[in-house]
C-alpha cells in the first residue's frame, strides 16, 4: 500500500531557515492533523464520493477556518503561516483545502471586508468554529469565465430583495447553512447573504465527477427568493468585491497545490527506491531519475514564488497580477509533477492504493477553477502589453 507515514515534505532549499518558530509549529499542527486524521480515510472517501464531514469540527478547533483573519473567533495567524495551512491541507487532498478555502477565503473573508457590523457578529464566529458552513455562489450554466455576464438578479421591493437566478458548481452549495450570492442589481453586481431556510432558495448535488470526489460541488436555485434588505453585503460593490475574494483564495490555492505535488513526488521516490525491474531499483534509471529532479526543481521553484507572493501579501503589496502568476505557476507545476508520479508508478499509479492519481485528477479542478489557466494567462498578458485580449 502506498499510505503515507510521516510526510517529510521537498526543502532542497532550505527554504525552512526562512520560517518562524510559530510558522513551523503551525505547519507541525496541520502536518499531524492530515497524518492521523486525513490520509486513513482519504482513499475510501474519494472512492464513495464523500467529503468527511466529520473532520469539520476539529478542523474548526485548530483554527483552519479564515485563519488569516483577525478577530470574531480567527486565528488571527500571518499570511505564510495562513499558506503553509492550505499547503498541508491539501497535501492530504485538494477537497480539503477547498473546503477550507471557500469558508474563509471566500465567506468570511467577503463577510469580514464588505459585511455589516451585525453580519460580522452574526455569521463569523460560528463560521470560524465550522458551525456555520457557507458557499460563494458566482459561476452559472452560461458564465463561468465571464462572471461579468451573470444573469441573476435582484429586485429591491421596499424591505426585501428578491433574487432569481441559477449558479452551478458551488463548492459547499449543497450542504451550506448561508449562500454568498452575487448578483445584479440593474447592472451592478452586489453580494447577499442566503440562509438556506429561505423560501425559494435550493440546492442539487453534482453527482459522478471523477474530480475532487472528496469534496461537495452543488447548484443553487433562487426562485423569487426574497431576503431582508439587510441581508446585502453595504461595502461589496461591482465585479470588484468577488474577484477580490477569488484573489485570497488563489493565494491559498498557489501554496495548497505545492502540497499535492510534494505528496505525489514523496510517493514516487519511495516507490522508485523499492521497485527493481530488470534486476535493479527503477530509481536506479537515468530516464526516471530525470523526471523525480524536474519534480524537485519544479516544487523548490513553486515553494520559492509562495514564500515572497507571502512576504509582498504581509507588507499589503500584492497585487492580484502577482497571485495570477503564482496560480497559473503552481497549478501546472502540481498537475505535472502528479502526471510524473503516476507515471513512475507504473500500472499501480492508476489506482487508489497510490495517491498520485487522486491527487492527479483533482489538480485537474485545480487548473479550472478560480481563473482558468488561460485567464490567468491574459490577466498577466494584459499586464505586460497593456493589451486586453480576453473580450
Ligand atoms: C469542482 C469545482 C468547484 C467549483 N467551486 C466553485 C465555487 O465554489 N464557486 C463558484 O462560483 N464557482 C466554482 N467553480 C466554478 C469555476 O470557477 C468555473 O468552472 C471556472 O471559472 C470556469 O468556468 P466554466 O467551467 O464555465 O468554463 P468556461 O468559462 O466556459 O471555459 C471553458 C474553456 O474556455 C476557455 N476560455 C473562456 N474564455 C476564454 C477567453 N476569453 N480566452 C481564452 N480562453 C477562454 C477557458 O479557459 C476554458 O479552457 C467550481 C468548479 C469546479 C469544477
Not at 150 to 172: C, P, Q
Request: with cysteine; glycine share 10%.
Amino acid at each position: 500500500m502506498g499510505k503515507m507515514q510521516g510526510f517529510k515534505g521537498v526543502d532542497y532549499y532550505g527554504l525552512d531557515e526562512l520560517l518562524t518558530e510559530e510558522q513551523k509549529s503551525i505547519r507541525r499542527t496541520v502536518r499531524a492533523f492530515v497524518d492521523e486524521k486525513v490520509m486513513p480515510i482519504i482513499a475510501e472517501c474519494y472512492e464513495k464520493h464523500r467529503f468527511p464531514d466529520e473532520l469539520i469540527p476539529e478542523m474548526g478547533e485548530l483554527g483552519f477556518f479564515g485563519a488569516n483573519l483577525t478577530g470574531y473567533g480567527s486565528a488571527g495567524v500571518d499570511n505564510i503561516s495562513y499558506g503553509l495551512m492550505m499547503q498541508e491541507l491539501e497535501r492530504g487532498d485538494s477537497g480539503l483545502r477547498s473546503m477550507a478555502s471557500v469558508q474563509g477565503a471566500l465567506v468570511m473573508y467577503p463577510i469580514y471586508t464588505f459585511g455589516s457590523k451585525e453580519q460580522k457578529e452574526k455569521y463569523l464566529p460560528d463560521m470560524a468554529r465550522g458551525e456555520i458552513i457557507g458557499c460563494f455562489g458566482l459561476t452559472e450554466p452560461e458564465h463561468g469565465s465571464d462572471p461579468g455576464g451573470m444573469e441573476t438578479t435582484a429586485v429591491k421591493d421596499r424591505n426585501h430583495y428578491i433574487l432569481n437566478g441559477n449558479k452551478t458548481w458551488i463548492t459547499n452549495a449543497d450542504v451550506c447553512h448561508v449562500a454568498i450570492v452575487w448578483a445584479k442589481v440593474g447592472d451592478e453586481v452586489r453580494g447577499f447573504l442566503v440562509e438556506r431556510d429561505t423560501p425559494g432558495f435550493s440546492t442539487a448535488t453534482i453527482e459522478e465527477k471523477f474530480s475532487m470526489r472528496a469534496s461537495h460541488t452543488g447548484e443553487i436555485y433562487l426562485n423569487d427568493c426574497r431576503i431582508p434588505k439587510e441581508n446585502m453585503l453595504p461595502e461589496a460593490e461591482g465585479l470588484k468585491a468577488p474577484l477580490m475574494c477569488l484573489n485570497q483564495a488563489r493565494y491559498g490555492i498557489s501554496w495548497g497545490v505545492i502540497g499535492a505535488a510534494m505528496a505525489c513526488y514523496e510517493e514516487a521516490l519511495n516507490y522508485c527506491l523499492e521497485r527493481s525491474q530488470f534486476g535493479k531499483p527503477i530509481a536506479s534509471y537515468q530516464l526516471v531519475q530525470e523526471k523525480l529532479v524536474d519534480m524537485v526543481t519544479e516544487i523548490t521553484k513553486a515553494q520559492l514564488l509562495c514564500l515572497r507572493l507571502g512576504q509582498l501579501k504581509e507588507q499589503g503589496r500584492v497585487k492580484h497580477t502577482h497571485v495570477s502568476l503564482a496560480k497559473r505557476n503552481n497549478c501546472r507545476m502540481a498537475l505535472d509533477v502528479a502526471r510524473k508520479a503516476r507515471d513512475l508508478l507504473g500500472g499501480n499509479g492508476i489506482t487508489l492504493d497510490y495517491q498520485a492519481i487522486r491527487h492527479m485528477t483533482n489538480l485537474e479542478t485545480v487548473f479550472t477553477y478560480e481563473g482558468t489557466d488561460h485567464i490567468h494567462t491574459l490577466v498577466l498578458g494584459q499586464d505586460l502589453t497593456g493589451i486586453q485580449a480576453f473580450r
